[in-house]
């Protein structure tokens, strides 16, 4: 059982990166804890694949605890002839990382320029540390600007080099392939991953720095822009706006005011989506222009260089982008591409890692991905323009979570999409109140509220709104699940759910649970979020729901029915509420593990367990908890979040016909897509 995966390129470049974190993030779905680690590594700024692998997976080591030499030393003693003592103390670097982690994913060295044997050198040395290591191997073919024929025959000679080598290889990887490949038939598995734009272009921060540029317009977003390429602007107007490319960094003399004003209009106008704007020879455009330019709220960055367009341009198209811990997109376009075009579940086969018992949040929040892709549904986000839910949304896309379809105006969503940089290309807009779909909604929905006097005319004029809208797609089958909350209530949200999805048959109350993940294990809390005092017969059916929602997420379910008193050390209402809600639950669903009434902490704590309530199967190893009210369980789950540093994911709603579930109006980007991939796992789940 290989506990480490060997990431080697094949001739210099090869884009390890994508590779490296596909692997990661793979096993980051088996183990608690995956370690990294690099060989070789350059000196003074921290080596970046290094420091976005650690920063992602939360390895929690010195960056300088992850590698065994710097090239200069490396050098050094193989010039002295004692290569086997750099080989046997990068040995020992990586021991130390080995013993911490149950599994590392291992960068190779990067191939030094020049003749002379330094390739052929250099994988044998990967190779020989694979070995030393015990690591399977996954070599890179950089696929960048060859032709296919040369492309299949470095992937051939790859595996039949290492194998000639002694290493074990896994399986071989073509990256940054120019079109559709086939790669030769190999005792492995061999995949081709497409070139993509967005993964090896620089952003228009990486250009900054490197030009040495002064910011005059522009802000954080302005600067994460990618740059897929450059135009030249120096003739007039209209030939600058027949030549504009999407995402070109536009180059042009700091006097050209007219050019300056025209590039930004046009992306306002959507003509083309600009990256930014780079004005030469150190000339500061007239401020009559940058005041207009900044009237254009065109969200793009302006910058100026004192070298002049020719030297600018070729500065420039020396700069390649990489994914890092501070451009989370260019992660997400990666793994994107990783994951549509290497087969994961065979992948992780061959690695044979042992999956731990243990359940990380790092675990669960990427296996929920995992388990979205796998079954993709199509979901509907009523807040299309918020900016929050456009860079989910991205993120949503490019790794293949979910197909989504955005409520807004188009135009004002397409404006707002460009002003933030992000690609939403592969989504579906639709605006409720010119959809075809508004009067086929109206009618629907005034036959289901018909009882409560809601006429054709009423119901018209409701369903333009985008959460009565989405419930609607959903209801009528035109989408699989919703997720709204990030600038509506949870009112807002949740009532058109009630009103139009309805409880599932036998489930009395709709209701909600929380995912509290903890340092080492994740908990369900419910119901924290929608229903103030239920009783006996609601909490048993929250229980219930609640049970089941574990089971859906891989979360074996031995429900604790809370009260302030355990089994019957106490009494009152209260206490006796939570007692026949337990008998309920027993009676409803004989086959899950129900303990009540019970305190929070002999539900949690093996040593409180034993005193309080010994013999139980659930004391001490409670995973839900069931709380008796609304007032208890919001602020338990806070407290638990804010004191023990634990992640809240949710509210996730149970109990509907179908999911609707709604954000904090607080909610990150992360937490989006995070709710979004559970909605589509309980969509596959009802089919």
């Not at 985008?466 to 909350?485: E, I, K, W």
């Not at 979040?641 to 607080?666: F, H, I, K, T």
Request: include cysteine; charged fraction near 20%; aromatic fraction near 4%.
């Amino acid at each position: 059982m290989a506990r480490s995966v060997y990431v080697t390129s094949v001739g210099s470049g090869g884009g390890k990166s994508t590779v490296a974190l596909g692997l990661a993030e793979l096993l980051s779905r088996q183990v608690e804890r995956i370690g990294v680690f690099r060989p070789l590594v350059g000196q003074g700024t921290p080596d970046p694949i290094l420091a976005l692998l650690s920063e992602r997976y939360r390895v929690g080591l010195p960056l300088a605890d992850l590698a065994g030499a710097s090239y200069a030393e490396a050098t050094a003693l193989v010039a002295d002839g004692r290569r086997e003592e750099l080989i046997s103390g990068i040995v020992a670097r990586y021991r130390e990382v080995e013993r911490r982690c149950p599994a590392v994913v291992v960068v190779g060295s990067d191939f030094a320029d020049g003749g002379d044997g330094a390739g052929p050198r250099e994988l044998a040395f990967n190779a020989r540390l694979a070995a030393e290591f015990g690591s399977v191997v996954v070599p890179v073919v950089d696929g960048f600007g060859q032709e296919p024929a040369a492309i299949a025959a470095a992937a051939r000679g790859a595996y039949h080099d290492l194998e000639d080598l002694g290493a074990t290889v896994l399986a071989v990887i073509a990256n940054r392939v120019p079109g559709p490949l086939t790669l030769p038939d190999l005792p492995v598995p061999a995949y081709a991953i497409p070139e993509v734009p967005t993964v090896s272009a620089p952003t228009v921060a990486e250009v900054a720095t490197a030009l040495g540029a002064a910011l005059l317009a522009g802000d954080d977003a302005a600067l994460s822009r990618d740059v897929l390429d450059y135009v030249v602007g120096a003739a007039h107007v209209p030939t600058l706006l027949d030549h504009l490319t999407e995402g070109a960094l536009v180059i042009t003399p700091g006097d050209r005011a007219d050019l300056l004003v025209a590039a930004c209009a046009a992306h306002v106008a959507g003509q083309v989506s600009v990256a930014g704007l780079v004005l030469t020879l150190g000339e500061q455009p007239d401020p009559r222009a940058m005041r207009l330019v900044e009237g254009l709220s065109s969200g793009l960055a302006v910058l100026s260089v004192p070298s002049d367009s020719y030297d600018t341009v070729a500065a420039s198209s020396r700069i390649e982008g990489r994914p890092s811990a501070g451009n989370p997109r260019k992660v997400e376009a990666a793994l994107g591409a990783f994951e549509r075009c290497v087969d994961t579940d065979d992948l992780a086969r061959r690695l044979r890692v042992s999956r731990s018992d243990r359940v990380t949040p790092l675990m669960f929040e990427y296996d929920l991905i995992d388990r979205a892709r796998a079954q993709r549904r199509h979901l509907v986000l009523p807040e299309g323009a918020e900016e929050r839910i456009l860079r989910a949304a991205e993120i949503l896309l490019r790794r293949g979570v979910a197909d989504l379809t955005l409520l807004g105006r188009p135009d004002d969503i397409a404006r707002r999409a460009r002003e933030l940089g992000v690609d939403i290309g592969g989504a579906t807009v639709i605006d409720p109140a010119t959809s075809e779909w508004r009067d086929e909604f109206a009618a629907e929905y005034a036959r289901l509220r018909a009882h409560r006097g809601v006429t054709l005319d009423l119901a018209h004029d409701t369903v333009a709104q985008p959460n009565y809208f989405g419930t609607l797609m959903v209801r009528t089958g035109h989408a699989d699940g919703m997720v709204s909350g990030a600038t509506h209530t949870t009112a807002a949200t949740i009532r058109p759910a009630f009103e139009i999805i309805r409880t599932l048959p036998g489930v009395s109350i709709a209701s909600s649970v929380f995912f509290m993940l903890l340092a080492d294990r994740v908990l369900v809390y419910g119901d924290c979020a929608v229903n103030p005092d239920p009783d006996a017969g609601q909490l048993a059916d929250i229980a219930i729901s609640s049970a089941d929602t574990a089971a859906r997420f891989g979360i074996e379910p031995r429900i604790a029915m809370l009260s302030y008193s355990t089994g019957a050390s106490g009494a009152g209402a209260d206490v006796e509420k939570v007692a026949a809600a337990t008998l309920l639950a027993r009676e409803r669903r004989p086959e899950l593990l129900f303990e009540g009434p019970i305190q929070y902490d002999a539900a949690i704590d093996p040593a409180v367990a034993a005193t309080k309530l010994p013999g139980s199967a659930v004391a001490g190893h409670a995973t839900v908890f069931i709380f008796p009210d609304l007032n208890t369980g919001n602020n338990t789950y806070k407290a638990v979040q804010r004191s023990a540093g634990a992640v809240a994911v949710g509210p996730v709603m149970q109990g509907l016909r179908r999911p609707v579930n709604d954000l904090s109006r607080g909610a990150t980007v992360p937490d989006i897509v995070n709710t979004v991939a559970i909605t589509a796992i309980q969509a596959a789940a009802e089919g």
